[in-house]
Antibody, heavy 121, light 108 residues
Framework: EVQLVESGGSVVRPGGSLRLSCIAS????????MSWVRQAPGKALEWVSS????????GYADSMKGRFTISRDNAKNILYLQMKSLRAEDTALYHC??????????????WGQGTLVIVSS | SYVLTQPPSVSVAPGQTARIACGGD??????VHWYQQRPGQAPVVVVH???DRPSGIPERFSGSNSGNTASLTISRVEAGDEADYYC???????????FGGGTKLTVL
């Protein structure tokens, strides 16, 4: 069974830093690209960042560039999101998701339950 | 960047058909994916690549895509279908996914 379990969310002050983790199991981790997708309370899904199977291709949403860093450890089956200079508007539930890449499009066939990040003074 | 527009809400009586639209510039040239998110749960893909259903998703869920509008159709709606539904495409110009604003389906 494919499982994605996020951790690392907490309450942090504006300007602070946090590292999220996503432990993957039930599939060959290094066969897949992975993404972080967040959801602010009562709001829509918002893509945050993606990384391909070996970390050679990485992308960020504009508002996260320079503040967030995605990485992965294929030996440990873990996806990371290092976040710094956090703002109130970064408050959200952060999901990791497995990407399916086919014929010029990508979609997400597995999601974790998410880890909650609250940025507040 | 590419924008997807969904109606905020759709209401339907049990047993009827619900249609949820997803608008985008020439979206018919893109591949559209649909996710169901029940309250307090993670999203689940119900249709991918316009009209394909993953295993385990009922045949009541179907998708179509043409011109500037893609649609998710749910036939014989049940109370358990009440959820938020999101469309998603891949913005090939910027090499990243784009989500619609979501539609809350209410079963009356």
């Amino acid at each position: 069974e494919v499982q994605l379990v996020e951790s690392g969310g907490s309450v942090v002050r504006p300007g602070g830093s946090l590292r999220l983790s996503c432990i993957a199991s039930g599939f060959k981790f290094d066969d897949y690209g992975m993404s972080w997708v967040r959801q602010a309370p009562g709001k829509a899904l918002e893509w945050v960042s993606s990384i391909n199977w070996n970390g050679g291709r990485i992308g960020y949403a504009d508002s996260m560039k320079g503040r967030f860093t995605i990485s992965r450890d294929n030996a440990k089956n873990i996806l990371y999101l290092q976040m710094k200079s956090l703002r109130a508007e970064d408050t959200a539930l952060y999901h990791c998701a497995r990407e399916v890449a086919v014929a010029g499009t990508n979609w997400f066939d597995a999601w974790g339950q998410g880890t909650l990040v609250i940025v507040s003074s | 960047s590419y924008v997807l527009t969904q109606p905020p809400s759709v209401s339907v009586a049990p047993g009827q058909t619900a249609r949820i639209a997803c608008g985008g510039d020439n979206i018919g040239s893109k591949s559209v994916h649909w996710y169901q998110q029940r309250p307090g749960q993670a999203p689940v893909v119900v249709v991918h690549e316009d009209s394909d259903r993953p295993s385990g998703i009922p045949e009541r869920f179907s998708g179509s895509n043409s011109g500037n509008t893609a649609s998710l159709t749910i036939s014989r709606v049940e109370a358990g279908d009440e959820a938020d539904y999101y469309c998603q495409v891949w913005d090939s110009n910027r090499d990243h996914p784009v989500f619609g604003g979501g539609t809350k389906l209410t079963v009356l």
